[in-house]
Structure formats: structure tokens, C-alpha cells
């Protein structure tokens, strides 16, 4: 496994992303920390206090994790220290754990814990905040595996009515789906292994949320990782008075995100579209609908309520209430005693429209760590990749304006002008001989003349041969363009957000993130760029 590093510059991330990465301060009025500043990291460190609701989620831990089936002990204990800290990640359940980048961003975080753990001589643990509270079913039912000329993308389908993913309950489809990739992924030494340890996660009956953790559990638990989540009714009775105070300063709230989005706005881009308001609520078919906020009046479909009713409603019923997207990290800074979090491109731009909505909880931003970025390159498209005069960038364009650039390019050779000439010299060649032939027998003139104009017919024919083998070797650089396109830009996206990382399990092995992991512990972590990763 070789690595070498390449610019976020020439990638397709947003500006503000690669502004964060290269120049943080020209956007520090938008975060609380440089994520590569030891002593802003440190200074953070030192001023984080741990809320009473700490020691209330320490303890229903334990019951949470007894529902999902896994056990965790040692990591609870490690965070009830008095002085521990967490670097904290997450990301939505995902059929088969999703794109690989679910697997960089907990990677980062459990390098990011040994390192300040180190650094900070106190307890640090990594943390996987599971999207318990997301309903877009859509963005996680699919499986993505490249292919040598094209990009597949396999879907477990399901009539869900806008439930949260986490409730949702794993049918017999996932047999079919199951069947469908088992066909496109051939099978190795390692797939049955592989497919031991996921069939015992995602299985018919199971909820994505348990499915999910289980898996987690299973590759990463050993390194340390907490499982937590708060679609638990326990968890949200904890964290009520945040909904309530999110209701009862809707305005100022909402006032502050605004302004720290426009200014955004003004040189970059605002992740998030704001709503009136930051909570959603489940109604009685359990379909997760966002709450609405005019003239004090807050409604959903055909309720309504005044706002003392629903601080009533929250108090009684708070497993009712659900955050969205700005509401999430604050109940999780609350609950954990967060030093960082690791990051997407997407969630460091909304974690900027963030800053000012912390201290209405009485709270700081934690450092944003970007997450690991890098793209794995098989050895069976490293050795071709040296073969096209393309750098690892372009791939990202158009296949069809490849394909024109690089005929474009190896039509370097004049083949008609090549036996044109060869032609011409060899008429020029033959007059000589042909004039002395004529003087010593005439009636040779046309035999000679015959002859000379036998060359050019089997120049002719050797064209012919020219034209064909230079047809042939194109085609076959043409479909190598196409191999690397859908392995390192599959469907025109970064490799990391399309394919999902149990491909590279099947043909690498189980323990492939293991080692990937030992790997990069070799030397400080790098995220400030990308990685090309030959393995």
C-alpha cells in the first residue's frame, strides 16, 4: 500500500471547502477553531465543561446499547472520566454501510482520539454518532460498485411514508438485494467471511439503526469506537429543555443562523436552506414532518398548537420530537464533552452557519476536523493509468470529451502523407530503371510500368493494415479511459461518495480497514488534501 497526496485544488469540492483546508483565515469569523492549530485545539480542550445531561446520557448508555445488541463497556467507562473528551463523527445508515467514506470519516476519528489523547494526556474517546434521526430513506438504500466500463448502482427497496430511517425494519428485499450484488461482485477468497459478518448485521427483521451499529460495532468497536444515538426515548427526556428552548427562542435562534448565513453567502455558499423552525415532529403513523411556526401558532398537517401547549407536549412526550439539521450537533455537544468533529465537505460548510447558534445553549462550537479524503487505486488500473496522458483529475470530466481529446491526440501521424510520400519517392526511384530497361527491350515498357504500379497497389493494402491497427489500438486505450473513469470517477462523483466499501472488503478482505488503519497510524494524518492510495 503506497500513498501519495493531491490537491483539493484540482477536485470537485465546493470553494468554501477548499478555503477551509488551505486558507481558514479568511474564514475564522465562521469557526471556533483552526482544526491544523495545536494550540487552538489545545486552548479549546481546556475550556470544555461538561454538562449535568453528561452524566445523565453515561447512564441509559448501557440500556441503549443492550437494544442495539452490542456491548461497549470499556468506551462508557473511558467517557464517564471525569476529565475525558470525544472526537465525535457520523453519517446516515446505509444499506451495507454505505459509500467509503463512512469508513474515512471513522478512521479519522479514531486517529484524531489516539493523537490528542496523546497530545492532551488526558482520555480521549472516538465517537460514532449514529443518523438515528433522519428519514431520507432514499440516500441510503442504494449500493454502488464499479465496473470496467460503467458504474453499478443497485437499490433495496421499500414503501417507508417518511418514517426515520433508524425504525424502519429490514425486509426479505434485502435477500434480492443481496442476490443482485453477489452477481456484479465475483466471488474471492474472502466473500464468505464477508458476508458471515454482514448477514448477521442486515438481516429481515432487524431495524437499519441496529443493523447498522452492529456493523460498526463489528469493524471498529475493537479500535475503541462508542455507538451512540439519540432516538431514544430516554436520550430525548435528557435533552427536552433543548427542544423546549429551541421553541421558546425560535426568533433569536433563527436570527443568528441567518446572519452568520448571509455572511456566507457574500463570498461562499449556504449549505442549508433555513425553516421556521429546527424540530421535527413524529406523528401517529411515526412519519417524521417538519414543524411549522407563523404568527405563534406552531402546526403540523392538521394540528396546531399554541406555544405553552407544545412545551406541554414536549415535556410529556419529548420521543415525539425530533432535530433537524442545526438542532442534531447541539444535542450532541450537550450529551458528549466534544473536543472535534469529523467532518464532510458538505457539513463544514453548515457547521459555518453554526458559530452563533451555539451560545443560545450555552455552549462552544467544537473544532470541525475535516475528514480523510483519498481515493483507492486497484493495481489493475495503476498499471494502465501510466498508459493514458491523463492526469488523476481529468477523469472527472465527461467520458464522451475524453474520448474526442484522446483522438485527438494520438492522431499524431500523417498516414496519408506518410505513403504519399512513400509513393511519390517510389515513382521518382523508378524512372531511372525504366528508361534503361526501355533502351534494352521496348516491349518491356509495360511489364516495367505494371510493375511500379504494383508497389503502389500493395502500399495501398499495407495503408489499409496501418489504418486498422492504429483503429485497433485506440479502441483498446479508449476502453481503458473507460475502466479508470468508472473505478476512480464512478458515475462522474469522487470514488469515496459512490462505492461502497464492502466491494473493497470482498476483494481485499474483512480485516482491509484494519490495515488501512495501522497504516496511516504511521505518521501524522494528513487532511488537508487528498490521498491517491495504491494498494
Same mark, same amino acid.
Given at each position: 500500500?503506497?500513498?501519495?497526496?493531491?490537491?483539493?485544488?484540482?477536485?470537485?469540492?465546493?470553494?468554501?471547502?477548499?478555503?477551509?483546508?488551505?486558507?481558514?483565515?479568511?474564514?475564522?469569523?465562521?469557526?471556533?477553531?483552526?482544526?491544523?492549530?495545536?494550540?487552538?485545539?489545545?486552548?479549546?480542550?481546556?475550556?470544555?465543561?461538561?454538562?449535568?445531561?453528561?452524566?445523565?446520557?453515561?447512564?441509559?448508555?448501557?440500556?441503549?446499547? #443492550?437494544?442495539?445488541?452490542?456491548?461497549?463497556?470499556?468506551?462508557?467507562?473511558?467517557?464517564?472520566?471525569? %476529565?475525558?473528551?470525544?472526537?465525535?463523527?457520523?453519517?446516515?445508515?446505509?444499506?451495507?454501510?454505505?459509500?467509503?467514506?463512512?469508513?474515512?470519516?471513522?478512521?479519522?476519528?479514531?486517529?484524531?482520539?489516539?493523537?490528542? @489523547? !496523546?497530545?492532551?494526556?488526558?482520555?480521549?474517546?472516538?465517537?460514532?454518532?449514529?443518523?438515528?434521526?433522519?428519514?431520507?430513506?432514499?440516500?441510503?438504500?442504494? *449500493?454502488?460498485?464499479?465496473?470496467?466500463?460503467? *458504474?453499478?448502482?443497485?437499490?433495496?427497496?421499500?414503501? +417507508?411514508?417518511?418514517?426515520?430511517?433508524?425504525?424502519?425494519?429490514?425486509?426479505?428485499?434485502?435477500?434480492?438485494?443481496?442476490?443482485?450484488?453477489?452477481?456484479?461482485?465475483?466471488?474471492?477468497?474472502?466473500?464468505?467471511?464477508?458476508?458471515?459478518?454482514?448477514?448477521?448485521?442486515?438481516?429481515?427483521?432487524? +431495524?437499519?439503526?441496529?443493523?447498522?451499529?452492529?456493523?460498526?460495532?463489528?469493524?471498529?468497536?475493537?479500535?475503541?469506537?462508542?455507538?451512540?444515538? $439519540?432516538?431514544?426515548?430516554?436520550?430525548?427526556?435528557?435533552?427536552?429543555?433543548?427542544?423546549?428552548?429551541?421553541?421558546?427562542?425560535? $426568533? /433569536?435562534?433563527?436570527?443568528?443562523?441567518?446572519?452568520?448565513?448571509?455572511?456566507?453567502?457574500?463570498?461562499?455558499?449556504?449549505?442549508?436552506?433555513?425553516?421556521?423552525?429546527?424540530?421535527?415532529?413524529?406523528?401517529? #403513523? #411515526?412519519?417524521?414532518?417538519?414543524?411549522?411556526?407563523?404568527?405563534?401558532?406552531?402546526?403540523?398537517? /392538521?394540528?396546531?398548537?399554541?406555544? !405553552?401547549?407544545?412545551? %406541554?407536549?414536549?415535556?410529556?412526550?419529548?420521543?415525539?420530537?425530533?432535530?433537524?439539521?442545526?438542532?442534531?450537533?447541539?444535542?450532541?455537544? &450537550?450529551?458528549?464533552?466534544?473536543?472535534?468533529?469529523?467532518?464532510?465537505?458538505? @457539513?463544514?460548510?453548515?457547521?459555518?452557519?453554526?458559530?452563533?447558534?451555539?451560545?443560545?445553549?450555552?455552549?462552544?462550537?467544537?473544532?470541525?476536523?475535516?475528514?480523510?479524503?483519498?481515493?483507492?487505486?486497484?493495481?489493475?488500473?495503476?498499471?494502465?493509468?501510466?498508459?493514458?496522458?491523463?492526469?488523476?483529475?481529468?477523469?472527472?470530466?465527461?467520458?464522451?470529451?475524453?474520448?474526442?481529446?484522446?483522438?485527438?491526440?494520438?492522431?499524431?501521424?500523417?498516414?496519408?502523407?506518410?505513403?504519399?510520400?512513400?509513393?511519390?519517392?517510389?515513382?521518382?526511384?523508378?524512372?531511372?530503371?525504366?528508361?534503361?530497361?526501355?533502351?534494352?527491350?521496348?516491349?518491356?515498357?509495360?511489364?516495367?510500368?505494371?510493375?511500379?504500379?504494383?508497389?503502389?497497389?500493395?502500399?495501398?493494402?499495407?495503408?489499409?493494415?496501418?489504418?486498422?491497427?492504429?483503429?485497433?489500438?485506440?479502441?483498446?486505450?479508449?476502453?481503458?479511459?473507460? !475502466?479508470?473513469?468508472?473505478?476512480?470517477?464512478?458515475?462522474?462523483?469522487?470514488?469515496?461518495?459512490?462505492?461502497?466499501?464492502?466491494?473493497?472488503?470482498?476483494?481485499?478482505?474483512?480485516?482491509?480497514?484494519?490495515?488501512?488503519?495501522?497504516?496511516?497510524?504511521?505518521?501524522?494524518? &494528513?487532511?488537508?488534501?487528498?490521498?491517491?492510495?495504491?494498494?
Amino acid at each position: 500500500m503506497t500513498k501519495e497526496t493531491y490537491s483539493f485544488d484540482k477536485l470537485p469540492f465546493s470553494k468554501l471547502f477548499k478555503t477551509y483546508v488551505s486558507k481558514f483565515a479568511e474564514l475564522e469569523d465562521f469557526y471556533s477553531a483552526d482544526p491544523f492549530s495545536d494550540a487552538e485545539i489545545t486552548s479549546k480542550a481546556n475550556r470544555i465543561e461538561k454538562q449535568e445531561s453528561h452524566k445523565k446520557f453515561i447512564e441509559v448508555l448501557n440500556d441503549f446499547h #443492550d437494544e442495539l445488541e452490542i456491548e461497549q463497556n470499556k468506551q462508557i467507562q473511558k467517557l464517564a472520566h471525569s %476529565d475525558s473528551l470525544a472526537i465525535v463523527t457520523g453519517q446516515q445508515l446505509g444499506v451495507y454501510g454505505g459509500p467509503l467514506f463512512t469508513i474515512y470519516k471513522t478512521i479519522s476519528t479514531i486517529l484524531l482520539a489516539k493523537e490528542w @489523547e !496523546k497530545k492532551l494526556s488526558r482520555p480521549v474517546v472516538p465517537v460514532f454518532w449514529l443518523a438515528d434521526e433522519d428519514h431520507d430513506f432514499e440516500e441510503i438504500a442504494w *449500493f454502488g460498485i464499479p465496473g470496467n466500463g460503467e *458504474f453499478v448502482k443497485l437499490e433495496y427497496k421499500d414503501q +417507508t411514508k417518511g418514517k426515520l430511517v433508524s425504525d424502519i425494519e429490514i425486509k426479505d428485499g434485502i435477500e434480492e438485494l443481496k442476490s443482485s450484488i453477489k452477481s456484479e461482485m465475483f466471488d474471492t477468497d474472502f466473500s464468505e467471511e464477508l458476508w458471515v459478518l454482514f448477514d448477521k448485521c442486515f438481516k429481515s427483521g432487524v +431495524t437499519f439503526r441496529k443493523a447498522f451499529a452492529l456493523m460498526m460495532d463489528e469493524l471498529f468497536g475493537k479500535h475503541g469506537l462508542l455507538i451512540v444515538g $439519540s432516538n431514544y426515548e430516554p436520550i430525548k427526556k435528557i435533552v427536552a429543555d433543548t427542544f423546549k428552548k429551541s421553541v421558546t427562542h425560535t $426568533s /433569536d435562534i433563527n436570527k443568528s443562523l441567518e446572519e452568520q448565513s448571509g455572511k456566507l453567502d457574500a463570498n461562499f455558499h449556504r449549505q442549508v436552506v433555513l425553516g421556521e423552525s429546527n424540530l421535527f415532529y413524529i406523528d401517529d #403513523d #411515526d412519519q417524521r414532518l417538519k414543524l411549522d411556526h407563523s404568527e405563534g401558532k406552531w402546526s403540523v398537517g /392538521d394540528n396546531s398548537w399554541s406555544e !405553552k401547549e407544545l412545551l %406541554d407536549l414536549i415535556d410529556s412526550k419529548p420521543g415525539n420530537f425530533s432535530p433537524n439539521v442545526f438542532l442534531r450537533p447541539v444535542i450532541q455537544d &450537550q450529551l458528549l464533552p466534544t473536543l472535534g468533529y469529523v467532518a464532510g465537505p458538505g @457539513e463544514v460548510a453548515y457547521y459555518g452557519q453554526m458559530k452563533e447558534l451555539y451560545p443560545h445553549f450555552d455552549l462552544e462550537m467544537p473544532v470541525i476536523f475535516p475528514r480523510f479524503s483519498a481515493t483507492l487505486i486497484e493495481s489493475g488500473i495503476d498499471r494502465i493509468l501510466e498508459k493514458i496522458p491523463f492526469e488523476f483529475h481529468r477523469y472527472g470530466e465527461r467520458i464522451e470529451d475524453l474520448e474526442k481529446e484522446y483522438v485527438k491526440i494520438s492522431e499524431t501521424t500523417d498516414v496519408e502523407a506518410l505513403f504519399k510520400n512513400w509513393k511519390d519517392s517510389i515513382q521518382s526511384a523508378s524512372t531511372g530503371p525504366k528508361d534503361v530497361i526501355k533502351e534494352i527491350d521496348g516491349s518491356l515498357d509495360g511489364l516495367v510500368g505494371k510493375t511500379v504500379s504494383g508497389f503502389g497497389t500493395e502500399l495501398d493494402k499495407l495503408k489499409g493494415r496501418v489504418y486498422r491497427s492504429i483503429k485497433q489500438q485506440e479502441e483498446t486505450q479508449l476502453q481503458r479511459i473507460r !475502466k479508470i473513469k468508472a473505478q476512480l470517477y464512478p458515475d462522474n462523483g469522487l470514488q469515496e461518495r459512490m462505492v461502497s466499501f464492502m466491494y473493497f472488503m470482498n476483494k481485499y478482505g474483512v480485516d482491509v480497514w484494519d490495515n488501512l488503519l495501522a497504516d496511516l497510524e504511521k505518521e501524522p494524518l &494528513q487532511l488537508d488534501t487528498h490521498h491517491l492510495i495504491r494498494l
